[in-house]
């Protein structure tokens, strides 16, 4: 992924945060997505993704399954779900990652 796909300030330490439809859109979310599953697994990995209730959401987790899905990995919907059942199905299916899209504490 070049510099020039996403503003570096939408980067934490643990997160990706900035404001939907400027800063995250599809397109980032899917760059985004491809970049994890293929740089930071030797081999194609087994990943889950679960969203929040939010609209933006599952559109944004979409975007992040075709990016996932681009760059091989196996992937498991959880579908509308709340955070912490993503890091569950993680440890109990042995998947070896995650991707949560949620606006968190923000109002829907």
Same mark, same amino acid.
């Given at each position: 992924?070049?510099? +020039?796909?996403?503003? @570096?300030?939408?980067?934490? *330490? ?5 404001? /939907? #439809?400027?800063? /995250? =859109?599809p397109?980032?979310? $899917? $760059?985004?997505?491809? =970049?994890?599953a +293929?740089?930071?697994? +030797? ?5 889950? &993704? ?5 609209? @933006?959401?599952? &559109?944004?987790?979409?975007?992040? /399954?075709? #990016? !996932? ?5 196996? &992937?498991?919907?959880? #579908?509308?779900?709340? @955070?912490? !059942? &993503?890091?569950? *199905?993680?440890?109990?299916?042995? *998947?070896?990652? #995650? /991707?949560?899209? =949620? *606006?968190?504490? !923000?109002?829907?």
């Open positions: 992924m070049d510099a +020039s796909c996403c503003p @570096s300030q939408i980067f934490r *330490a643990y997160d990706i945060r900035g404001k /939907i #439809g400027e800063e /995250i =859109t397109e980032r979310v $899917r $760059r985004i997505a491809q =970049t994890y +293929s740089r930071y697994f +030797s081999a194609p990995p087994r990943l889950v &993704v679960g969203r929040d209730l939010r609209e @933006s959401s599952k &559109v944004l987790a979409e975007a992040a /399954i075709e #990016g !996932l899905v681009a760059a091989g990995a196996e &992937v498991w919907d959880v #579908g509308e779900v709340p @955070s912490p !059942l &993503v890091y569950f *199905a993680i440890g109990r299916w042995g *998947a070896d990652g #995650g /991707i949560v899209v =949620t *606006a968190s504490h !923000l109002p829907p």
